[in-house]
């Protein structure tokens, strides 16, 4: 494989801005490139500001700065995505499909997609998912990424493309509060239990749901970039599992360090999407084909927030 030279899309998201630091620490600042329409860190550097959806402007890019490897993380999220589904569906599957075919026609080495458990809906056996199951979603968000991971499968069927993709429980991290996720509420929780001692969940207390902590996300997605392309045998999104709780006993949890914090349920529209989504993941697949395994429980988990927040909040 040629030296990596990155480009990552939506890199000012909850995701982007944590996976762009890791990767320049491993390859550099000036190989990898962040993007976004906005941007918000100042020395995020280099930055190109894009609209994913201007073809033209993705493929001058990549010729200016001689990507050989995206990762495409630029989407709208499944709770903000239903104030406007035609927006979603256009950015979501129509970005997706712009970076697909630059790709192939650049001869990209390698590109990133991630999946979400959003795909999953009423058809999906709710307790440890396998890999392979009717996927039937209730959201624009599910749906175009459903439809994504159908694409990438056939340009690597059909073109060759060397597509990886995993399928992202919640993600809980300390670094930025999220926007528009359903799962949400699992890092606006610890800031508010910091902060005001009591938390009003959008969830109902007992809505179990699959989560992981940012560390674990961001070392999953690096490490099945970096594995052999003879390892990756799901090109359409490989089932992703850390922990699984719900409101209640996340709150249980923080309670340990905070005895005094309180939560009370005030279930939203965004109650109705969880309803439809899988409790916990079988990611047996890929921890046999590269390997992986999550480092974080619960506990640990919490105890790493707490440890990054009261830093940043106190």
């Known amino acids: 494989m040629n030296t990596p030279r990155i480009l990552v899309t939506g890199a000012n998201g909850q995701i982007g801005r944590v996976l762009t630091a890791k990767l320049r620490e491993l390859y550099g600042n000036n190989n990898v490139l962040a993007t976004d329409i906005t941007k918000h860190d100042l020395d995020s550097e280099p930055f190109e500001f894009l609209d994913i959806l201007n ?91 459903t439809s994504g991971e159908l694409w990438c499968n056939y340009y690597h069927k059909r073109y060759g493309v060397d597509v990886r993709s995993v399928r992202y429980p919640g993600i809980i991290g300390w670094q930025s509060l999220p926007a528009g996720g359903t799962t949400d509420y699992a890092v606006e929780i610890y800031h508010a239990a910091l902060k005001e001692g009591h938390y009003e969940c959008f969830l109902n207390a007992d809505t179990r749901l699959p989560m992981m902590y940012m560390d674990d996300a961001i070392k999953a997605t690096i490490n099945i970039m970096q594995a052999d392309p003879q390892e990756i045998k799901v090109r359409y999104g490989y089932n992703l599992s850390a922990m699984s709780f719900t409101p209640a006993e996340i709150a249980a949890e923080i309670k340990k360090h905070i005895p005094g914090f309180t939560i009370s349920y005030k279930p939203d529209f965004r109650q109705d999407i969880a309803a439809t989504w899988t409790e916990s993941i079988d990611d047996s697949k890929a921890r046999e084909d590269w390997k992986w395994s999550p480092d974080f429980d619960l506990n640990s988990m919490t105890i790493d927030m707490f440890k990054h927040l009261k830093e940043i909040i106190l």
Request: charged fraction near 20%; include cysteine.
């Open 55 to 145: 073809h033209q402007r993705t493929l001058e890019i990549i010729d200016d700065y001689k990507i050989n490897q995206i990762y495409h993380l630029a989407a709208i999220l499944s709770a903000n995505g239903e104030w406007n589904p035609v927006k979603t569906w256009n950015i979501n599957l129509n970005g997706l499909l712009s970076v697909l075919e630059i790709c192939r026609e650049k001869n990209i080495d390698r590109m990133f997609f991630p999946s979400t458990i959003a795909v999953f809906g009423n058809t999906t056996p709710r307790l440890d998912t396998p890999q392979d199951v009717p996927l039937l979603p209730t959201t624009v968000y599910g749906m175009s990424k």
